[in-house]
DNA sequence: CTTCGTGCAAAAGCTTTGCAATGCG
DNA sequence: CGCATTGCAAAGCTTTTGCACGAAG
């Protein structure tokens, strides 16, 4: 139900709403992975089959634009999309395997921010990373196989 | 000079070398930054002007096929490509500025490694990480400026 | 000489854009 | 009712593929 928080106030800052928006907003926000494109807009056409890819490309755009939607790669090369709630810098750690994402808190990320700094004199600006790797099931369905 | 060591090593493990290979190898190892394939054929084209694009395309799928080269995400959406010295796991700071790559080492990360560890069960497995932010010359450069 | 790689051109994604019609506010 | 947004279709990009020729070993 958060797209409908986020509704009722982009209505109030005078943006359109549309069904295609909505419907966009609501794919993104209840869906817990990354989508592509392509991905939200199958999830769509069930509900509304008369929806154009072209509206989900335009769409996310928009919510670009207000900095509610965020294109994140998660090293597949392909262009996802991730919903921003707002000020909730989070990360998250991809699966190889299995695919799961389990998000964590941006604090995690402090003491190397800080080692970067200190060393580098480089200041780190991520409000997403996706960092490859095996979640705690396929590592240890790994080690059982071997 | 580097390519020309992985020429005698690729030509004694019985592949084929062209011209085509040997000038896609010489551009992706002497390029101090990551480049994409049209980049790459543009780096080319000067030195031999027949060279098609879908011969890059080819020689960087060989290329990864053998591991000496892996394509990246540096966050711009654009597939780039990265050479792999052997067993030289690196990772770089971009500044979101000046485009510049600092390449830092993998250590930098052991402790980010074993928290994730510890705390998720979840095994990074990172050969490459661009970590977008400014580096020490932009961020003095706009402290200065504001 | 045989086989594999290349150039060329066409095809195959994915994303964007032009335009008339529709519908939100 | 006016103007932004949509659907549809076509165009743009980047990457891949088919095929006959040419070059490597």
Same mark, same amino acid.
């Given at each position: 139900?958060e797209h409908?928080?986020?509704?009722?106030?982009?209505? !109030?800052q005078?943006h359109?709403?549309?069904?295609q928006?909505?419907?966009?907003?609501?794919?993104?926000?209840?869906?817990a992975r990354?989508?592509? @494109?392509?991905?939200?807009?199958?999830?769509?056409?069930?509900?509304?089959?008369?929806?154009?890819?072209?509206?989900?490309?335009?769409?996310? !755009?928009?919510? !670009?634009t /207000?900095?509610?939607? @965020?294109? /994140? &790669? /998660?090293?597949?090369?392909?262009?996802?999309?991730?919903?921003?709630?707002?000020?909730?810098?989070?990360?998250?750690?991809?699966?190889?395997?299995?695919c !799961?994402?389990?998000?964590i808190?941006?604090?995690?990320?402090?003491?190397?921010?800080s080692?970067?700094?200190?060393?580098?004199?480089?200041t780190?600006?991520?409000e997403?990373?996706?960092?490859?790797?095996?979640? @705690?099931?396929? &590592? &240890?369905?790994a080690?059982?196989a &071997?």
């Amino acid at each position: 139900m958060e797209h409908l928080e986020d509704a009722t106030l982009l209505h !109030q800052q005078g943006h359109r709403l549309t069904p295609q928006r909505l419907q966009v907003l609501q794919v993104v926000t209840s869906d817990a992975r990354h989508l592509t @494109a392509e991905e939200i807009h199958a999830a769509i056409v069930p509900e509304q089959p008369y929806v154009d890819i072209a509206t989900v490309y335009r769409v996310l !755009q928009w919510l !670009q634009t /207000i900095g509610l939607v @965020a294109p /994140i &790669s /998660i090293g597949d090369g392909l262009r996802r999309y991730e919903y921003r709630r707002r000020g909730d810098h989070h990360h998250h750690l991809v699966c190889q395997e299995c695919c !799961q994402e389990i998000a964590i808190p941006d604090d995690v990320f402090e003491e190397l921010k800080s080692k970067l700094q200190n060393h580098y004199g480089f200041t780190v600006q991520i409000e997403h990373l996706a960092i490859p790797g095996r979640c @705690a099931t396929c &590592s &240890s369905a790994a080690a059982s196989a &071997s």
